[in-house]
């Protein structure tokens, strides 16, 4: 009963209102809030804080800037449509109109998704929901939702937890503002996916969106064998993300890294140890379990991290094949790259093949020793069974034949 008094109280205010208010005007902010505060309608959800708007980007704006379609409107006013933040900002509504966030979805964000709606921020700001500090949480609202994620096959389902833990969240977070939040990989309106030819992180292009802080590390990694290939458009070859993954980037030295020393050869050996990817490339195959078989394979399975792993030998970014002369394993470098752990380490300790598999091209003597070896291993099995067989059925002959007299 209450509100309904206040709700025609209001209606009156609001038509009073109007009526004193040149025509053309429309509406004044006073007249939407005579209904739109103090609880005047029942639904305490369409309350608006003029405080608030007038603590924004925003401030001094009038209620029908946003909401266009009820300036000039007869008030009470019938349904509304969508804020027109974009006839103000033009260039961003286009944009994201281009994007994969494609407004004809209702799953996609809209301007107030990103940037709050009475509240809007500049992008500046601290408390922005854009600021790089909070960005994770404002587009991992959708993306590490199950549901969401569902419906549209999204790709990227971590958690903002899990993206906190990342080595750039946690730059950002000790005050380097060099390190890059969701959109300097992504854009902030022309989010688009990684199938799109142009995107920072379609396949070609991971490298020197990344290369943009690191660059010299790109520019090695352009040179190797991997980068060279890549740029021919070589599906099967990794990219800055297949050795360091998308958004849980960690350094070297924390423990849960790919590249950490414990975990390098598992990290190669995903396509290293793979048969196919060896026949269709004519590349050495078998790389983690000569590895595993080796001194220092053995010694970094007891959890020794300062023997040799893949990359100690073959660089992690400038990797080449052996016939390379600039490669950190052509037979005229080893020396040198054995030489950083072994200083005392000649041409002569350098020149013993470091991945041994059992066959005659790698190591002809030691598959010789061995092949020798088995074959009198089973030579000798194979002697001691003839000789229980023979024996066995003697005695069987031997016992039928005196049945046979008795
Ligand atoms: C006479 C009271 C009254 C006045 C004046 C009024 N409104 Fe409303 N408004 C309402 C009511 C009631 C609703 C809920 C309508 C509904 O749910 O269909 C509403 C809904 C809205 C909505 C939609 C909210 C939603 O969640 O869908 C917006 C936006 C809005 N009003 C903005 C304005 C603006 C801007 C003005 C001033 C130009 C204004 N209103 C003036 C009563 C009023
Ligand atoms: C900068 C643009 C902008 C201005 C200015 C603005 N609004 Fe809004 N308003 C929005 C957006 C965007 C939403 C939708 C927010 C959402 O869905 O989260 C909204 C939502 C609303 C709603 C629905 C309830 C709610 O809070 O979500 C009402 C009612 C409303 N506005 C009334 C007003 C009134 C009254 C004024 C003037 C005092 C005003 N608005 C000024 C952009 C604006
Ligand atoms: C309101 C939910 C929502 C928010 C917030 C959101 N997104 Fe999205 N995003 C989506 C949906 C839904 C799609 C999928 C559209 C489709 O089906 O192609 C998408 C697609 C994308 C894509 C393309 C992926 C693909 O495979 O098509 C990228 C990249 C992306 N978003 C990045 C971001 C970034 C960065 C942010 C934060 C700045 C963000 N999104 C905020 C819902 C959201
Ligand atoms: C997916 C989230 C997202 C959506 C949707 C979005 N923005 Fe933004 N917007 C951002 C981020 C993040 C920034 C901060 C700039 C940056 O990080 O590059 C930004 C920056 C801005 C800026 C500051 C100028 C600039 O370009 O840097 C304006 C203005 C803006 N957005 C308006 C809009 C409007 C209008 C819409 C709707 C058409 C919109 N935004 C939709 C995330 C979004
Ligand atoms: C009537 C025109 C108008 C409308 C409508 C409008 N804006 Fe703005 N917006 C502005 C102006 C003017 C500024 C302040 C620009 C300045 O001072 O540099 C601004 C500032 C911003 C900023 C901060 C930009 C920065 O550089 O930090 C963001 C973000 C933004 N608007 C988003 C929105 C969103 C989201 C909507 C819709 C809910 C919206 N705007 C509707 C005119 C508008
Ligand atoms: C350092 C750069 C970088 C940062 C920071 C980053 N991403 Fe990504 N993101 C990538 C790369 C590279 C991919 C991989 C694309 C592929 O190969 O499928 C990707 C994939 C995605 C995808 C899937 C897109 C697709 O088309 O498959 C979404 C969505 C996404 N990221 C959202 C985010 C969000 C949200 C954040 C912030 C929490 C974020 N990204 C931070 C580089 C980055
Ligand atoms: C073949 C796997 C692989 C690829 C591809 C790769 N990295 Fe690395 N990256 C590594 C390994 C292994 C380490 C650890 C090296 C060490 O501990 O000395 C590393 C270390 C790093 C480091 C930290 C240490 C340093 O050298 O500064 C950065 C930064 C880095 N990589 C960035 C990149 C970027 C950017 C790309 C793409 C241009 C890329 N990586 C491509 C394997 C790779
Ligand atoms: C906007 C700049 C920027 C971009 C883009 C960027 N990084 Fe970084 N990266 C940094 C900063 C800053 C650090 C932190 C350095 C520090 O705190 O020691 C860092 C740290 C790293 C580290 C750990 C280095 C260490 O020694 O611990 C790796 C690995 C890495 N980035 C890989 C990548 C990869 C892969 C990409 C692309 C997917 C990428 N970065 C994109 C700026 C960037
Ligand atoms: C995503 C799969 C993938 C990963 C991960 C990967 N490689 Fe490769 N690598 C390849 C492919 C495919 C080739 C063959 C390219 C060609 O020659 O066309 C190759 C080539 C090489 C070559 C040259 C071989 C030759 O005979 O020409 C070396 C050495 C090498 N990789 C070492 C490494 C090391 C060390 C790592 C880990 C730090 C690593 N790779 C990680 C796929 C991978
Ligand atoms: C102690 C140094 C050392 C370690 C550790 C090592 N390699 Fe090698 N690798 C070599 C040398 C030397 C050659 C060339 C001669 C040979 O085949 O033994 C080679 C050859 C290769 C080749 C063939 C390249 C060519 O051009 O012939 C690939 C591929 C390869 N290694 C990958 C790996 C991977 C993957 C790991 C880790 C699981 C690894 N290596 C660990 C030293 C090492
Ligand atoms: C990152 C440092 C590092 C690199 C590079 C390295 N090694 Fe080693 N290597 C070690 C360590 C540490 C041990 C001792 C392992 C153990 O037994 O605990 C070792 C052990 C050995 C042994 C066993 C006998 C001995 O001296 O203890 C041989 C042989 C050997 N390495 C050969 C090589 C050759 C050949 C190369 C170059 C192709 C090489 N290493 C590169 C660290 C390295």
Same mark, same amino acid.
């Given at each position: 009963?209450?509100?309904?008094?206040?709700?025609?109280?209001?209606?009156?205010?609001?038509?009073?209102?109007?009526?004193?208010?040149?025509?053309?005007?429309? @509406?004044?902010?006073? *007249?939407?809030?005579?209904?739109?505060?103090?609880?005047?309608? #029942? !639904?305490?959800?369409?309350?608006? *804080?003029?405080?608030?708007?007038?603590?924004?980007?925003?401030?001094?704006?009038?209620?029908?800037?946003?909401?266009?379609?009820?300036?000039?409107?007869?008030?009470?006013?019938?349904?509304?449509?969508?804020?027109?933040?974009?006839?103000?900002?033009?260039?961003?509504?286009?944009?994201?109109?281009?994007?994969?966030?494609?407004?004809?979805?209702? !799953?996609?964000?809209?301007?107030?998704?990103?940037?709050?709606?009475? *509240? =809007?921020?500049?992008?500046?700001?601290?408390?922005?929901?854009?600021? @790089?500090?909070?960005?994770?949480?404002?587009?991992?609202?959708?993306?590490?939702?199950?549901?969401?994620?569902?419906?549209?096959?999204?790709?990227?389902?971590?958690?903002?937890?899990?993206?906190?833990?990342?080595?750039?969240?946690?730059?950002?977070?000790?005050?380097?503002?060099?390190?890059?939040?969701?959109?300097?990989?992504?854009?902030?309106? !022309?989010?688009?996916?990684?199938?799109?030819?142009?995107?920072?992180?379609?396949? @070609?292009?991971?490298?020197?969106?990344?290369?943009? /802080?690191?660059?010299?590390?790109?520019?090695?990694?352009?040179?190797?064998?991997?980068?060279?290939?890549?740029?021919?458009?070589? @599906?099967?070859?990794?990219?800055?993300?297949?050795?360091?993954?998308?958004?849980?980037?960690?350094?070297?030295?924390?423990?849960?890294?790919? =590249?950490?020393?414990?975990?390098?050869?598992?990290?190669?050996?995903?396509?290293?140890?793979?048969?196919?990817?060896?026949?269709?490339?004519?590349?050495?195959?078998?790389?983690?379990?000569?590895?595993?078989?080796?001194?220092?394979?053995?010694?970094?399975?007891?959890?020794?991290?300062?023997?040799?792993?893949?990359?100690?030998?073959?660089?992690?970014?400038?990797?080449?094949?052996?016939?390379?002369?600039?490669?950190?394993?052509?037979?005229?470098?080893?020396?040198?790259? /054995?030489?950083?752990?072994?200083?005392?380490?000649?041409?002569?300790?350098?020149?013993?093949?470091?991945?041994?598999? *059992?066959?005659?091209?790698?190591?002809?003597?030691?598959?010789?020793?061995?092949?020798?070896?088995?074959?009198?291993?089973?030579?000798?099995?194979?002697?001691?069974?003839?000789?229980?067989?023979? #024996?066995?059925?003697?005695?069987?002959?031997?016992?039928?034949?005196?049945?046979?007299?008795?």
């Amino acid at each position: 009963m209450r509100a309904r008094r206040a709700w025609l109280a209001a209606i009156a205010a609001a038509a009073l209102a109007a009526w004193a208010a040149p025509a053309a005007a429309g @509406p004044a902010d006073e *007249d939407c809030l005579a209904c739109h505060s103090g609880g005047a309608l #029942d !639904d305490a959800k369409l309350d608006v *804080d003029a405080k608030i708007l007038g603590a924004s980007a925003h401030a001094g704006m009038s209620c029908t800037d946003c909401h266009a379609d009820l300036a000039g409107a007869d008030l009470p006013h019938g349904t509304t449509g969508p804020a027109a933040c974009g006839s103000c900002h033009e260039e961003e509504a286009r944009a994201v109109e281009r994007s994969a966030h494609r407004q004809d979805d209702p !799953d996609s964000p809209r301007c107030w998704s990103c940037h709050g709606g009475h *509240d =809007v921020r500049r992008v500046s700001a601290e408390d922005s929901r854009t600021a @790089p500090l909070l960005q994770d949480r404002t587009c991992l609202g959708c993306h590490a939702n199950p549901e969401i994620a569902g419906r549209h096959a999204l790709p990227v389902r971590e958690s903002a937890e899990d993206f906190e833990q990342s080595v750039h969240y946690r730059a950002l977070l000790g005050g380097n503002p060099a390190a890059p939040s969701c959109t300097t990989c992504h854009g902030a309106h !022309d989010n688009v996916s990684h199938k799109d030819p142009d995107s920072p992180i379609a396949r @070609p292009n991971v490298a020197s969106t990344c290369g943009m /802080c690191h660059a010299e590390i790109a520019q090695e990694f352009a040179e190797s064998v991997h980068g060279k290939v890549l740029a021919e458009g070589n @599906p099967d070859v990794p990219t800055c993300t297949g050795c360091h993954a998308e958004h849980a980037i960690r350094g070297p030295k924390d423990p849960r890294s790919p =590249v950490h020393p414990s975990h390098i050869a598992t990290t190669c050996s995903h396509c290293h140890e793979n048969e196919r990817l060896a026949r269709e490339y004519g590349i050495a195959s078998a790389r983690l379990r000569t590895f595993v078989g080796s001194y220092h394979g053995a010694a970094s399975r007891f959890g020794d991290s300062t023997v040799a792993n893949c990359a100690s030998c073959h660089g992690s970014h400038g990797i080449r094949p052996s016939s390379d002369p600039r490669s950190s394993i052509h037979p005229s470098n080893l020396a040198r790259t /054995c030489g950083t752990c072994h200083p005392q380490a000649g041409l002569n300790f350098a020149t013993g093949k470091i991945h041994v598999r *059992d066959l005659p091209e790698d190591n002809y003597w030691a598959w010789l020793v061995r092949r020798t070896y088995v074959s009198l291993i089973w030579a000798v099995i194979g002697g001691f069974v003839a000789l229980i067989a023979v #024996d066995l059925w003697w005695r069987f002959r031997t016992r039928r034949s005196r049945r046979g007299e008795a």
